[in-house]
Each structure stands twice: as structure tokens, then as C-alpha cells.
């Protein structure tokens, strides 16, 4: 057990620390260009310790957060960063997640002292990075395809932006103006979070405050294995699909297995057995697997838990090398990011509820539903890119139903107004609603999912990637499964029913229709 001499003061710095990350996100929203980033939120902040290590997260991303240690510790290990210096990556086979996620990373020096003390880091979705196709979220066989793979750099050195190298990035994307944008506000949100780090050992000196880095990761590791000693010993199985690769109608198979120690409070997550990477971009790399587990991880924690590096350190995870869930180049993985990281979730939580049954909540939708869609603006002649996740129904817990409209799991995205989508693209939205009864059935009903219908204002190319549209999110104890998903194409009186995953051109006048899924039923109906 730990000796926490003061928990007051703890919570005080959990807090005071949480609050910088959260600081982060909001000058970041403020300043971005993007509605990806200033409606959806679709960012995510953190600050390290002086060895790379998460000490605080902001209420952000799971996604994000869970990887964003790999992406800080690949560019200390690349690059040696000094006071003024702000690195810049999103290779994946980097600690990235997707090219689309572009991660800043700032030292936080103090005075008199050569080594930075702490790290600032803040990861952002941009909704071009160039690529075969706009919004670089389409279904490419290699990671070249997808978008400009940007390896740790200095983007800032010593205070002055890389002009030559910032220019190399906005010459290989759509939407230059905006990415340049979005860029800049990551820059300045890195800066205010080095500033509140200085103001906060200002006030109490460097000791106290590593001091109480050091005991909340010491406190995040004992609640955890506290959780894990009251764990049943034994294996726990459970596996599940993605519908397809989107090449071929065969399922993609996930499975993890969790192995208890409770005497050792120790647990291993092994994913052996999981289908080989595929072809195309449905390929998870390490980091988001590692995320996934974090996040399941951190949800049977009690609240008080500080989201830091001492979560983990009771877990080993079995990653086979060239799955689908721990890709190898030339791997595409656009996808993996946003929907095999939903299954990798799904699966896990499966395993869980037959450890935990009554704690476990029902599938929720399982999917991101991925809309894409990037042409020339004809009310400008300029090019645009328009990405969006889509929400569903969120499975329906053991003490009541699930949530209609929400964005569950690995995302923890708001929606675009429609008020901003009309503005900012070509579109007219035609409906936006709740999709009723989409939820299962049982004691506990799973919560609704969304139908969005967008009319082109121009002609367009479309990129559709979802998932739930073959295999339903499961329902648990009895209840019924979620409704799948679905996605139409309307032109004039003609609708046709599209893949989950797929691209295509529609003219000016066609209708995108999502129907995202429901989540499952929890319990017999009575």
C-alpha cells in the first residue's frame, strides 16, 4: 500500500493538473478553424512528467489519450527537444493512431534547469492530410495512400515556426487555410498548458509538485490493483467481428482473453488468435489496442482515479505482431482507428461481463459511422473536407436503459450544428433525428441511434466507413440484440442501399443517409 501523507493536497494537485489539460482543449477549440475541431471536439490534451509519462488527461478522446504517451515518448526518443521547441507527428507506426490525428508535443522547462521538467502534448483530428481521398479516411490498401506520414520533427525550434516544413505539410493537403489554421491553435494551446505548469510550480515549489506527480501515479497503480485483487481468478474469453474488410464479405475476426491473478493483483490481456492485419484500412496498430484497454480498464475504476501512467503498470497486454490489432507497415489504418478500436472495446467489455455480470453494460453501437464527403465548394471554387462521426445508441446498462443519440466508447465527439454544417459546406441537412425503437429490447433497453440525411449542394465525392451493419451490437443476459445499421443513397425516386464501407461520386441533388445502430438490451424483458 502507499503512505499518502496529505490526500487533500493530492486531490488538490489531481485536480489543479486535470484543470491544465482541460485548459488546453478549450484555448485549443476557441482558436481552431475546423468544425471538426471547434464543434466536435474531436482534440485531445495531456501533460508528462519529465521521463514521458502520463501524470494528467483531459476529459477528451479515448482514442487519443490512451496512445498519446507513444506518440510523446517517440519524439523524445528521435528528437532532443530545448526551451522554444514544439514537435510535430502523426505516423502511427509512431505512437500516432491515423495520419488524421496530428499530435504537438512542448518541454516545459523551468529556470536554471537544462532538462525540461514536464511535457505538454495535444492531439488533434484534421479533416484532410491528403491521400487518395478527401478527408484521407477512405478504404486504401497502404499507408502511402493515406495522407502525408509525418515522422517527429521540429515544427517550432526555439520559439520560431519551420516555415519550409510547414509549407511541405499545406502543399500535400486539400484545405491548406484550415489545416494552417488548426495547426496554429495546437501551437498555442501547447503554450498555454507550459505556462500553467510554470505557474503551478511557482506557487509551490518543484519538489512538492513532483512530489505529488510521483504519488498519483503511485495512487492510480494501487486502485488498480485493489480493483484486480478482487477479480475471480480464471480466464475470461470472448470474441466478436467486424462485418467485413470492405474487399471481401469475410468477417474479420477479434478475440482477447483475460487471465486473472488476483493474489499478484496482476491481470494479462492477450489477443492471440486475432485475425491477421488486412488489406486494407481496417488495421489497429499497437497504440490503439493499448488505448482500448486503457479505457475499459479506467471505467471500472471509482472516479477519483487519476488517468495516469499507474493505471497500466499492473497489465500486460499479448499484442500478436501483423494482426488486425497490432498492425506492421505498409498496413493501412485509417480505420482502425475509429472502428476496429470500437470492436477491440466491444470484446473486451464481452470478456469482462462474463467475469463481472452485473457491472458490464450491453453493447452500445459499436461503430464511429464515418461519413466523408470532399469536392470544390460552388459557392467559393474552393476545395473542402467534410468529416463527421455519426452518433448512436449506447447498450443499456444492469441499473437502467442505455442513452439515445451518443457518442460512446473510443469517441467522446459532440455532433456539427446544422447550423454550422449549412455554413461552413455545401450541404442542406434534410433530417436529423432520433431513429426510434432502434434500441434492444429487455429489463434495460439499449438507447436509440441517429438518422441524418445530407443533401449535396454540388457534386461530391462520398467515403462511407461504419461498421454494425452485418454483426448487431449484442445484448447481454437476455436482453435483445441492437438494430444494425444502414446507409442510402437517394437520387431523385431511386434509393439504393450502400455498403458499410465504400466510395463513390454523387452529383449535386443526391441525399446521404445514415441510420446508425442501436445499442443491446441488458436483461430478460419481463
Same mark, same amino acid.
Given at each position: 500500500?502507499?503512505?499518502?501523507?496529505?490526500?487533500?493536497?493530492?486531490?488538490?494537485?489531481?485536480?489543479?493538473?486535470?484543470?491544465?489539460?482541460?485548459?488546453?482543449?478549450?484555448?485549443?477549440?476557441?482558436?481552431?478553424?475546423?468544425?471538426?475541431?471547434?464543434?466536435?471536439?474531436?482534440?485531445?490534451?495531456?501533460?508528462?512528467?519529465?521521463?514521458?509519462?502520463?501524470? *494528467?488527461?483531459?476529459?477528451?478522446?479515448?482514442?487519443?489519450?490512451?496512445?498519446?504517451?507513444?506518440?510523446?515518448?517517440?519524439?523524445?526518443?528521435?528528437?532532443?527537444?530545448?526551451?522554444?521547441?514544439?514537435?510535430?507527428?502523426?505516423?502511427?507506426?509512431?505512437?500516432?493512431?491515423?495520419?488524421?490525428?496530428?499530435?504537438?508535443?512542448?518541454?516545459?522547462?523551468?529556470?536554471?534547469?537544462?532538462?525540461?521538467?514536464?511535457?505538454?502534448?495535444?492531439?488533434?483530428?484534421?479533416?484532410?492530410?491528403?491521400?487518395?481521398?478527401?478527408?484521407?479516411?477512405?478504404?486504401?490498401?497502404?499507408?502511402?495512400?493515406?495522407?502525408?506520414?509525418?515522422?517527429?520533427?521540429?515544427?517550432?525550434?526555439?520559439?520560431?515556426?519551420?516555415?519550409?516544413?510547414?509549407?511541405?505539410?499545406?502543399?500535400?493537403?486539400?484545405?491548406?487555410?484550415?489545416?494552417?489554421?488548426?495547426?496554429?491553435?495546437?501551437?498555442?494551446?501547447?503554450?498555454?498548458?507550459?505556462?500553467?505548469?510554470?505557474?503551478?510550480?511557482?506557487?509551490?515549489?518543484?519538489?512538492?509538485?513532483?512530489?505529488?506527480?510521483?504519488?498519483?501515479?503511485?495512487?492510480?497503480?494501487?486502485?488498480?490493483?485493489?480493483?484486480?485483487?478482487?477479480?475471480?481468478?480464471?480466464?475470461?474469453?470472448?470474441?466478436?467481428?467486424?462485418?467485413?474488410?470492405?474487399?471481401?464479405?469475410?468477417?474479420?475476426?477479434?478475440?482477447?482473453?483475460?487471465?486473472?491473478?488476483?493474489?499478484?493483483?496482476?491481470?494479462?490481456?492477450?489477443?492471440?488468435?486475432?485475425?491477421?492485419?488486412?488489406?486494407?484500412?481496417?488495421?489497429?496498430?499497437?497504440?490503439?489496442?493499448?488505448?482500448?484497454?486503457?479505457?475499459?480498464?479506467?471505467?471500472?475504476?471509482?472516479?477519483?482515479?487519476?488517468?495516469?501512467?499507474?493505471?497500466?503498470?499492473?497489465?500486460?497486454?499479448?499484442?500478436?505482431?501483423?494482426?488486425?490489432?497490432?498492425?506492421?507497415?505498409?498496413?493501412?489504418?485509417?480505420?482502425?482507428?475509429?472502428?476496429?478500436?470500437?470492436?477491440?472495446?466491444?470484446?473486451?467489455?464481452?470478456?469482462?461481463?462474463?467475469?463481472?455480470?452485473?457491472?458490464?453494460?450491453?453493447? *452500445?453501437?459499436?461503430?464511429?459511422?464515418?461519413?466523408?464527403?470532399?469536392?470544390?465548394?460552388?459557392?467559393?471554387?474552393?476545395?473542402?473536407?467534410?468529416?463527421?462521426?455519426?452518433?448512436?445508441?449506447?447498450?443499456?446498462?444492469?441499473?437502467?436503459?442505455?442513452?439515445?443519440?451518443?457518442?460512446?466508447?473510443?469517441?467522446?465527439?459532440?455532433?456539427?450544428?446544422?447550423?454550422?454544417?449549412?455554413?461552413?459546406?455545401?450541404?442542406?441537412?434534410?433530417?436529423?433525428?432520433?431513429?426510434?425503437?432502434?434500441?434492444?429490447?429487455?429489463?434495460?433497453?439499449?438507447?436509440?441511434?441517429?438518422?441524418?440525411?445530407?443533401?449535396?449542394?454540388?457534386?461530391?465525392?462520398?467515403?462511407?466507413?461504419?461498421?454494425?451493419?452485418?454483426?448487431?451490437?449484442? =445484448?447481454?443476459?437476455?436482453?435483445?440484440?441492437?438494430?444494425?445499421?444502414?446507409?442510402?443513397?437517394?437520387?431523385?425516386?431511386?434509393?439504393?442501399?450502400?455498403?458499410?464501407?465504400?466510395?463513390?461520386?454523387?452529383?449535386?441533388?443526391?441525399?446521404?443517409?445514415?441510420?446508425?445502430?442501436? =445499442?443491446? =438490451?441488458?436483461?430478460?424483458?419481463?
Amino acid at each position: 500500500m502507499i503512505n499518502i501523507a496529505d490526500p487533500i493536497e493530492l486531490a488538490i494537485f489531481k485536480s489543479s493538473l486535470h484543470s491544465i489539460a482541460e485548459e488546453m482543449g478549450a484555448a485549443l477549440r476557441r482558436t481552431a478553424f475546423s468544425p471538426n475541431i471547434k464543434e466536435r471536439r474531436d482534440y485531445s490534451s495531456a501533460l508528462f512528467d519529465a521521463d514521458g509519462q502520463v501524470i *494528467s488527461m483531459g476529459d477528451d478522446m479515448p482514442v487519443h489519450l490512451g496512445s498519446m504517451p507513444m506518440s510523446v515518448r517517440a519524439a523524445l526518443d528521435k528528437l532532443t527537444l530545448e526551451e522554444g521547441d514544439i514537435a510535430i507527428l502523426n505516423d502511427p507506426y509512431a505512437g500516432g493512431t491515423h495520419l488524421p490525428d496530428i499530435t504537438l508535443v512542448i518541454p516545459i522547462f523551468l529556470d536554471g534547469m537544462e532538462r525540461a521538467a514536464f511535457f505538454a502534448a495535444n492531439r488533434a483530428h484534421h479533416a484532410d492530410v491528403g491521400g487518395m481521398y478527401p478527408g484521407s479516411m477512405g478504404l486504401c490498401r497502404e499507408i502511402w495512400q493515406e495522407g502525408i506520414r509525418i515522422p517527429p520533427v521540429k515544427l517550432v525550434a526555439a520559439g520560431v515556426l519551420n516555415e519550409p516544413l510547414l509549407q511541405l505539410i499545406l502543399n500535400n493537403v486539400r484545405t491548406s487555410r484550415e489545416r494552417e489554421g488548426d495547426l496554429t491553435a495546437q501551437i498555442g494551446a501547447c503554450r498555454i498548458g507550459a505556462e500553467r505548469v510554470r505557474e503551478l510550480v511557482e506557487k509551490y515549489g518543484l519538489d512538492r509538485v513532483e512530489r505529488n506527480v510521483q504519488a498519483l501515479m503511485a495512487h492510480s497503480e494501487e486502485l488498480m490493483r485493489s480493483e484486480l485483487a478482487l477479480f475471480p481468478d480464471g480466464e475470461f474469453a470472448a470474441e466478436d467481428f467486424l462485418d467485413s474488410d470492405g474487399l471481401s464479405e469475410r468477417p474479420v475476426k477479434i478475440c482477447v482473453t483475460l487471465r486473472t491473478n488476483p493474489a499478484q493483483r496482476s491481470l494479462q490481456v492477450d489477443f492471440s488468435g486475432s485475425a491477421a492485419q488486412v488489406a486494407t484500412s481496417l488495421n489497429a496498430v499497437a497504440a490503439i489496442t493499448y488505448s482500448a484497454t486503457f479505457y475499459v480498464l479506467r471505467c471500472l475504476l471509482p472516479g477519483e482515479a487519476a488517468a495516469t501512467a499507474g493505471l497500466m503498470r499492473p497489465v500486460e497486454l499479448v499484442l500478436p505482431e501483423g494482426s488486425v490489432v497490432n498492425a506492421k507497415l505498409p498496413a493501412a489504418v485509417a480505420g482502425g482507428n475509429v472502428e476496429t478500436s470500437q470492436r477491440i472495446t466491444d470484446v473486451l467489455l464481452r470478456a469482462f461481463a462474463k467475469m463481472l455480470p452485473d457491472r458490464i453494460p450491453a453493447a *452500445s453501437s459499436g461503430t464511429m459511422n464515418n461519413l466523408t464527403i470532399g469536392g470544390v465548394d460552388p459557392r467559393s471554387g474552393q476545395p473542402y473536407a467534410y468529416y463527421e462521426t455519426i452518433a448512436g445508441g449506447s447498450g443499456a446498462r444492469p441499473n437502467g436503459d442505455g442513452i439515445s443519440g451518443v457518442h460512446t466508447h473510443m469517441t467522446n465527439s459532440l455532433n456539427t450544428p446544422v447550423e454550422a454544417l449549412e455554413y461552413a459546406y455545401p450541404f442542406r441537412v434534410r433530417s436529423y433525428g432520433y431513429r426510434k425503437n432502434s434500441g434492444g429490447e429487455g429489463q434495460f433497453r439499449g438507447g436509440d441511434g441517429i438518422v441524418r440525411e445530407i443533401e449535396l449542394l454540388g457534386t461530391a465525392q462520398v467515403t462511407v466507413l461504419a461498421e454494425r451493419r452485418i454483426f448487431a451490437p449484442y =445484448g447481454l443476459h437476455g436482453g435483445l440484440d441492437g438494430h444494425k445499421g444502414r446507409t442510402f443513397l437517394i437520387e431523385g425516386d431511386q434509393q439504393t442501399e450502400l455498403p458499410g464501407k465504400c466510395n463513390l461520386e454523387a452529383a449535386a441533388g443526391a441525399i446521404v443517409c445514415i441510420e446508425t445502430p442501436g =445499442g443491446g =438490451g441488458w436483461g430478460e424483458a419481463s
